[in-house]
């Protein structure tokens, strides 16, 4: 059986399948990366910090493939979670939790100490962007990788058109934040040019870029809940849109947009 099946029924057979079909992309993005860095350092173990990791929905897959994997998170509750999730899945020896917020973690564990940055769900929320950009970039090491998470302004405007919600859609296309109006729960949206351009003072090259999540958010649940081979399709969807070299204008629209950047030096 092909690895990607292989891949996407251990995703899809999870507790929540509609969960699953939204973070299924993501972690085969992120497992392919974590191999080339084994193979580029030669080191079965990596350092990996995730920044606003919570209760560690990457952190203990990623430790379970053997790699040490610090959570960075403001929530004490978050955190405690965290310590009864990884006892758990038998890998407390691997995840370190700390408090801390984006933008403090060069402090906390050093420069140059990592050799990958979670950055999911994170930017949307901080007060500077930029600085937690550049605060990710301090820390990991030359070589070494910053993987980014955000959601994306176009990607709400569709979801908001298609729901009847017309005058919030109307708000996000000229709102400088890709917000939907004072009521909308995110302080911010980006696209790829503005993730790109916290970095713009920063050596970096850029890894890859691909929208998530472009369909899932759309559908009515009852498509697929309870149809795991409806569910199978479209997750092959989702992977197939996710970085079509024919149609790059589909990550613009996806929900979420994903970004992995190489610090050069």
Same mark, same amino acid.
């Given at each position: 059986?092909?690895?990607?099946?292989?891949?996407?029924?251990?995703?899809?057979?999870?507790?929540?399948?509609?969960? +699953?079909?939204?973070?299924?992309?993501?972690?085969?993005?992120?497992?392919?990366?974590?191999?080339?860095?084994?193979?580029?350092?030669?080191?079965?173990?990596?350092?990996?910090?995730?920044?606003?990791?919570?209760?560690?929905?990457?952190?203990?897959?990623?430790?379970?493939?053997?790699?040490?994997?610090?959570?960075?998170?403001?929530?004490?509750? +978050?955190?405690?979670?965290?310590?009864?999730?990884?006892?758990? +899945?038998?890998?407390?020896?691997?995840?370190?939790?700390?408090?801390?917020?984006?933008?403090?973690?060069?402090?906390?564990?050093?420069?140059?100490?990592?050799?990958?940055?979670?950055?999911?769900?994170?930017?949307?929320?901080?007060?500077?962007?930029?600085?937690?950009?550049?605060?990710?970039?301090?820390?990991?090491?030359?070589?070494?990788?910053?993987?980014?998470?955000?959601?994306?302004?176009?990607? =709400?405007?569709?979801?908001? +058109?298609?729901?009847?919600?017309?005058?919030?859609?109307?708000?996000?296309?000229?709102?400088?934040?890709?917000?939907?109006?004072?009521?909308?729960?995110?302080?911010?949206?980006?696209?790829?040019?503005?993730?790109?351009?916290?970095? =713009?003072?920063?050596?970096?090259?850029?890894?890859?870029?691909?929208?998530?999540?472009?369909?899932?958010?759309?559908?009515?649940?009852?498509?697929?809940?309870?149809?795991?081979?409806?569910?199978?399709?479209?997750?092959?969807?989702?992977?197939? =849109?996710?970085?079509?070299?024919?149609?790059?204008?589909?990550?613009?629209?996806?929900?979420?947009?994903?970004?992995?950047?190489?610090?050069?030096?």
């Amino acid at each position: 059986m092909p690895d990607d099946t292989l891949r996407s029924r251990r995703w899809t057979q999870r507790s929540d399948p509609r969960s +699953a079909l939204r973070t299924a992309v993501v972690w085969e993005f992120l497992e392919r990366f974590v191999a080339e860095q084994v193979e580029r350092t030669g080191r079965d173990v990596l350092d990996v910090a995730d920044v606003g990791g919570g209760t560690g929905g990457l952190a203990v897959p990623l430790a379970g493939l053997g790699h040490r994997v610090t959570v960075l998170d403001p929530s004490p509750d +978050a955190l405690a979670a965290l310590q009864r999730r990884v006892v758990d +899945a038998g890998v407390a020896g691997l995840v370190t939790a700390r408090q801390g917020d984006a933008g403090s973690l060069a402090v906390v564990l050093g420069e140059r100490s990592v050799d990958l940055v979670l950055g999911h769900g994170v930017l949307e929320h901080v007060d500077d962007p930029h600085a937690a950009a550049g605060d990710a970039f301090d820390a990991v090491r030359p070589g070494g990788l910053v993987s980014l998470l955000v959601p994306q302004r176009l990607g =709400a405007l569709v979801a908001r +058109a298609l729901s009847g919600r017309f005058a919030e859609a109307r708000e996000l296309l000229d709102d400088p934040t890709g917000r939907s109006g004072d009521r909308d729960p995110l302080p911010r949206r980006f696209d790829e040019t503005s993730v790109l351009e916290l970095f =713009a003072d920063r050596d970096v090259r850029v890894r890859a870029v691909h929208g998530v999540r472009l369909f899932t958010d759309l559908l009515p649940g009852a498509l697929v809940d309870g149809d795991p081979e409806a569910m199978e399709m479209l997750l092959d969807l989702e992977r197939a =849109a996710a970085h079509h070299p024919a149609h790059p204008a589909l990550t613009a629209i996806a929900a979420q947009l994903h970004v992995v950047v190489e610090r050069v030096s």
